[in-house]
């Protein structure tokens, strides 16, 4: 009869944590204020019938994790296990492999004895070294090939899959997987190396001929993307080009048809290259801009990190002068029988412990106002850079606007000129039918010149509006982002002090 499958809850997690305290004594598993989890580093849940993985969200501090032999059929629930090197999942229902993005620093992974048939997912687990997937349902052997990925793996284990039973299963693997050290828990000896290579040589040339192209794609996409990111944290994303001219144009049909008139496609040509020089310089001004802002907070953080490091030696060296002579007192009050003599002993202790507590206080007020300080001089330093560059930017786009009015100017006239030799019918022969019926109609083609100087001043307007408040933005949140950060760690600070003050004053009550 089959045993009834449980949730993982809270409860069965402390359970499994105190069963398995005394063998991890020193791990800091469990104090007098009860389970610590996120300083929990193994955790073992094998043999529970467990059915799904749940509430281990704490667990943030944790390498290893057994799972094997319960009732599993999802990967899931691991996302905050950032930590996590060892993952065994053997022995489940498991037929997909998902949900391990998180485990960057996974090295050693074990599905065997599930019911796969697919390797996909992993592609985030760059450090896997060990990789068990035996008695599953892979079925040929060119699904093994997507574990080429990882550069460092050298022990697989495959057995019992229906493609390690292929003739050819041992020479294939050894001759797609050089740097394998073993095969099924076998080592792979340089003369089946040797043998697989000569084997499979074509083949092999033309996969790394296909990997390397994939490679330099790969690359390619990868410097194309950080480039993106770049121009779009500058605020200044689609400006080295075209774009904004071209978007000023866009879905606009009468002006289409003007543009085929040649006096007017000169003035366009002309007009394009003037904006493209403008938007140019918005681009270059803001990669400069962004390089200096960069630098600023960069520099922030670097002080911002000295200040606090400044002050945490302070305080251990506090503690650690307190904790030696709190210690010797200690051990000299357990000898004194006198109940007179040891309460004034308490006492004594007592006062120490409130002198460290305002000592420690007082260290973390100042510092505390040092850091706001910093951050103050921040929001100076960033608060002029970027207006600044807002000032700079509001300053080409009002020359942008200058364009405009100055290209439709132009574009007015020769419109007119042309109204007026379509008056008289001395249109030029060779213009298209469609622009000879346009400037048959003073009205149209005035109605149109306006609405396309109206939408090409609103596209300027609308960009420069853009880059403004984004970069604004940012210096708010950059600020807002940083201030609650600092408050939220020295919430945490002062609740760790009060916690150790609570712990010393616990101890003295044993001499009462």
């Keep these: 009869m089959m045993s009834r499958g449980i949730l993982m809850n809270e409860d069965l997690l402390q ?16 104090n007098e204020e009860g389970t610590q989890l996120d300083e929990i580093l193994k955790l073992c849940l094998e043999f529970r019938n467990i059915l799904r993985i749940d509430h281990l969200w704490e667990f943030t501090s944790l390498a290893r994790l057994n799972l094997n032999n319960n009732l599993i059929e999802n ?29 960057q620093k996974l090295e050693l992974l074990n599905l065997s004895d599930n019911k796969i048939s697919v390797l996909e997912n992993m592609e985030t687990l760059e450090r896997l070294t060990h990789f068990s997937i035996a008695n599953n349902l892979l079925g040929e052997l060119d699904i093994v090939l997507y574990l080429r990925k ?44 040797k043998e697989a290579s000569i084997k499979h040589r074509y083949v092999l040339e033309e996969m790394k001929c ?55 496609t000169d003035l366009l040509l002309t007009f394009e290259k ?3 020089d403008l938007c140019e310089q918005v681009f270059e001004t803001g990669l400069a801009e962004h390089k200096r802002r960069d630098k600023e907070v960069n520099c922030f953080f670097t002080g911002q990190n000295e200040t606090v490091i400044e002050y945490q030696q302070k305080a251990l060296h506090i503690l650690a002068n307190f904790e030696q002579q709190h210690k010797e007192r200690t051990v000299d009050m357990r000898k004194i029988s006198d109940r007179e003599l040891l309460k004034v002993q308490i006492n004594q202790c007592n006062d120490e ?29 960033i608060s002029e850079m970027v207006g600044y560059f807002t000032e700079m930017v509001q300053g ?30 001395n249109l030029d022969e060779f213009l298209p039918d469609d622009v000879r019926i346009l400037f048959t109609d003073k009205e149209t083609v005035m109605d149109a010149l306006a609405t396309g100087h109206d939408n090409h001043l609103m596209k300027i307007n609308d960009r420069e509006t853009q880059l403004v408040s984004r970069a604004n933005s940012w210096k708010v949140a950059l600020i807002k982002g940083i201030q609650d950060k600092d408050l939220k760690e020295n919430r945490m600070r002062i609740k760790d002090l009060h916690r150790y003050m609570d712990h010393l004053l616990v101890q003295l009550e044993e001499f009462q």
Excluded at 161 to 175: Q, R, V
Excluded at 219 to 242: C, I, P, T, W, Y
Excluded at 399 to 416: F, H, I, P, T
Aim: proline share 2%; hydrophobic share 40%; aromatic share 8%.
């Design 274 to 276: 003037q904006m493209g």
């Design 15 to 30: 359970r499994a944590i105190l069963e398995q305290e005394p063998k991890d004594k020193g791990q800091g598993i469990a």
């Design 396 to 425: 080409i786009f009002a020359q942008c606007r200058d364009l405009e009015d100055d290209y439709n100017g132009k574009v007015r006239v020769s419109a007119l000129a042309l109204l007026d030799d379509a008056s008289k019918d």
């Design 75 to 103: 990967i899931e629930g691991l996302d905050h296990l950032i930590n996590l090197t060892w993952l065994d999942l053997s022995f489940n229902g498991i037929e997909l492999i998902e949900g391990l993005e998180s485990l």
């Design 150 to 193: 990882f550069k460092n793996l050298f022990n697989i284990n495959l057995f019992g899959n229906p493609c390690s039973k292929e003739g050819d299963y041992t020479l294939f693997i050894a001759a797609f997987f050089p740097d394998l050290k073993f095969l099924d828990y076998t080592l792979l000896d340089e003369n089946t190396k």
């Design 210 to 264: 296909e990997e390397l192209h994939k490679q330099k794609a790969e690359k390619a996409e990868q410097r194309k993307e950080a480039e993106a990111k770049l121009h779009n944290d500058a605020f200044v994303e689609f400006l080295n080009g075209s774009d904004l001219f071209k978007c000023m144009f866009n879905d606009d049909q009468e002006a289409d048809k003007l543009h085929r008139v040649p006096e007017i």
């Design 353 to 381: 412990i409130n002198q460290l507590c305002k000592g420690l206080m007082t260290l973390e007020f100042q510092m505390v106002s040092q850091l706001e300080d910093i951050t103050k001089r921040l929001d100076i330093n």
